[in-house]
């Protein structure tokens, strides 16, 4: 059957694949891997950003580290438990992909548009240098009652503005999927390097109230 699609999360994502291909599950015979693909940002850095492709939209028994990729697809999250915890996986779910020698030049490297409801209240911070910034968890619909959690991280205007919504308010943002290092600690010695995925938002504005949609709770 083929899977409905919604609209309100939409992910364009251009870049060099700079992994092989690493299993991760399946689903009624379907093999679903990852791999990572290096977008570049407007300045001198860049994200490495995994994501899950399945073995029907390419094989996993040929390489395609080195090359280039454009992916059309979905930010997606799931939840895995470990230390006693849930910890929120992200990832773009490829809808379509194509593979080239050579970057392609006609299209954003890094987009993504989400339409959802704020879970959590936002908060809303400066950073010793004065700069504004605000967390925001959104919720966005799956099809079939199921949901993911995107967090999305505001600057400036826009986290002044983040910091007005309630719980419950639907909101549509757009920006584009950062990675970020940071440092875990595991105890008193042991410290781990890990690595967080977000949405940079550069833009954002309220929805309608529900329309269509259910209304989604953490």
């Known amino acids: 059957m083929t899977e409905k699609v919604f609209d309100n999360n939409q992910v364009t994502l251009v870049g060099e694949v700079v992994s092989d291909f690493v299993f ?38 040929e390489s395609i580290k080195g090359k280039f990729v454009t992916v059309y697809g979905q930010f997606r999250s799931y939840n895995r438990h470990e230390e006693s915890k849930n910890r929120l996986i ?8 194509t593979v080239a ?6 299209v954003k ?10 879970c959590k209240q936002p908060v809303y911070r400066k950073t010793p240098l004065g700069r504004e910034i605000a967390d925001v968890l959104l919720a966005v619909n799956r099809p079939y009652g199921k949901s993911d959690y995107i967090p999305c991280i505001c600057w400036g205007r ?7 919504f309630e ?3 639907r909101v549509l943002l757009w920006g584009r999927i950062q990675s970020r290092e940071y440092q875990k600690k595991l105890s008193e010695t042991d410290v781990e390097k890990r690595v967080a995925y977000e949405v940079s938002v550069s833009k954002l504005e309220y929805g309608s109230d529900k329309d269509d949609e259910e209304y989604v709770t953490c």
Do not use: T
């Open 101 to 106: 020698d050579e970057e392609p030049e006609d």
């Open 24 to 61: 991760s599950h399946d689903v009624y015979g379907e093999g679903f891997y990852m791999i990572d693909v290096k977008a570049k940002r407007l300045s001198e850095s860049y994200d490495i950003i995994p994501v899950m492709v399945s073995e029907r939209l390419l094989s996993p028994e």
């Open 158 to 164: 826009n986290a002044r503005y983040a910091d007005s």
């Open 109 to 118: 490297p890094n987009y993504i548009f989400l339409d959802g409801f704020i």
């Open 167 to 169: 719980v419950g308010s």
């Open 90 to 97: 992200l990832s773009v779910f490829a809808r379509e992909i």
